[in-house]
């Protein structure tokens, strides 16, 4: 009798105490009745390559790479898609049978699917949008927009030349706004979207005049840690739609769990308590 291989895949960070991965992927197997496992695995930079290299020889199907690997990770892969070269960096890693390693980055789409799934009524041509930030997690939401076809994006950073140059190579879509005008790209945007780390538990707060803010305006927040940031406070009392970042995470994590356990699960509230246990 030949046993079924029951198939193995995990989250590779460093650390990675932190991440809800697991809490997520968990609940998906056990709700589908699938045979299969979703571990957390603390690998150090310097042991990442010889990680992956091994964990498709031991039946791991595929991995999530967060923080610090997800560029390392992509120079790693043999093969990269399209998205996860123009993001710059991969968060999702498929085994093929043959051993090699194709990276995807999938938090454009769990952005948008997020966004889309928060704010049914948005449409891509409402108006601008304004990206605070522009870190790693600007480029994804870049990412997202363009391929949705928003045709303005405003980007304002504190570091002026992370901005500018997002702007040169994403093309003449985005324009930079200085950090210290802030407040009139917010006034000018009908899709606001928070990709700095400010307003998350133990940082500082996003400390911009919402004033100007339009109510017709559609505000998400990619930190979700508190999942109602004070932006998303000011802005559901002025009356605009709202969508936290916990979305963005679950949704992110739908296309991997697809690739390597054959069903597509969907986000919904069980997903975000299971997510938040
Ligand atoms: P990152 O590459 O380190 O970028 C951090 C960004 O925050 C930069 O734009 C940085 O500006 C800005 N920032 C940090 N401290 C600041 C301060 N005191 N004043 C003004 N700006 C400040 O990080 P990331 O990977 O893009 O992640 C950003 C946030 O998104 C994190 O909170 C992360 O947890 C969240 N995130 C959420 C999801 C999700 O699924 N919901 C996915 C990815 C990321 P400078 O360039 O000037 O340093």
Same mark, same amino acid.
């Given at each position: 009798?030949?046993?079924?291989?029951?198939?193995?895949?995990?989250?590779?960070?460093?650390?990675?105490?932190?991440?809800?991965?697991?809490?997520?992927?968990?609940?998906? !197997?056990?709700?589908? $009745?699938?045979? &299969?496992?979703? /571990?957390?695995?603390?690998?150090?930079?310097?042991? =990442? #390559?010889? @990680?992956?290299?091994? !964990?498709?020889?031991? $039946?791991?199907? &595929?991995?999530? /790479?967060?923080?610090?690997?997800?560029?390392?990770? =992509? #120079?790693? @892969?043999?093969?990269?898609?399209?998205?996860?070269?123009?993001? &710059?960096?991969?968060?999702?890693?498929?085994?093929?049978?043959?051993?090699?390693?194709? @990276?995807?980055?999938?938090?454009?789409?769990?952005?948008?699917?997020?966004?889309?799934?928060?704010?049914?009524?948005?449409?891509?041509?409402?108006?601008?949008?304004?990206?605070?930030?522009?870190?790693?997690?600007?480029?994804?939401?870049?990412?997202?927009?363009?391929?949705?076809?928003?045709?303005?994006?405003?980007?304002?950073?504190?570091?002026?030349?992370?901005?500018?140059?997002?702007?040169?190579?994403?093309?003449?879509?985005?324009?930079?706004?200085?950090?210290?005008?802030?407040?009139?790209?917010?006034?000018?945007?009908?899709?606001?979207?928070?990709?700095?780390?400010?307003?998350?538990?133990?940082?500082?707060?996003?400390?911009?005049?919402?004033?100007?803010?339009?109510?017709?305006?559609?505000?998400?927040?990619?930190?979700?840690?508190?999942?109602?940031?004070?932006?998303?406070?000011?802005?559901?009392?002025?009356?605009?739609?709202?969508?936290?970042?916990?979305?963005?995470?679950?949704?992110?994590?739908?296309?991997?769990?697809?690739?390597?356990?054959?069903?597509?699960?969907?986000?919904?509230?069980?997903?975000?308590?299971?997510?938040?246990?």
């Amino acid at each position: 009798m030949t046993l079924a291989k029951i198939p193995l895949a995990g989250v590779i960070g460093h650390p990675i105490a932190h991440s809800r991965s697991p809490l997520l992927h968990g609940h998906w !197997l056990r709700s589908f $009745g699938l045979a &299969g496992h979703y /571990v957390p695995m603390d690998v150090s930079p310097e042991n =990442l #390559q010889e @990680a992956l290299r091994t !964990l498709p020889r031991v $039946g791991f199907v &595929g991995v999530n /790479v967060t923080l610090p690997h997800k560029e390392n990770a =992509l #120079q790693i @892969a043999d093969i990269v898609t399209d998205t996860a070269r123009r993001i &710059g960096a991969a968060n999702t890693l498929t085994f093929l049978e043959d051993g090699k390693i194709v @990276a995807d980055n999938t938090d454009a789409y769990g952005f948008m699917e997020n966004l889309k799934q928060g704010a049914p009524k948005w449409r891509a041509d409402a108006g601008p949008s304004v990206i605070l930030g522009a870190g790693g997690a600007a480029r994804a939401v870049i990412v997202a927009l363009l391929d949705e076809g928003v045709s303005e994006i405003l980007i304002t950073n504190r570091t002026r030349e992370r901005a500018e140059q997002l702007c040169q190579e994403f093309g003449p879509c985005l324009r930079m706004v200085e950090w210290a005008q802030a407040d009139d790209a917010i006034q000018a945007g009908l899709t606001i979207i928070n990709t700095t780390s400010l307003g998350m538990a133990g940082k500082a707060e996003l400390n911009l005049s919402l004033a100007g803010l339009q109510k017709e305006a559609t505000v998400t927040d990619l930190v979700y840690n508190p999942i109602k940031t004070r932006l998303l406070e000011a802005a559901g009392d002025a009356g605009c739609v709202t969508v936290d970042g916990l979305g963005m995470l679950l949704h992110q994590a739908v296309p991997g769990f697809e690739r390597w356990f054959g069903i597509r699960p969907t986000v919904d509230d069980a997903t975000r308590k299971a997510a938040l246990a």
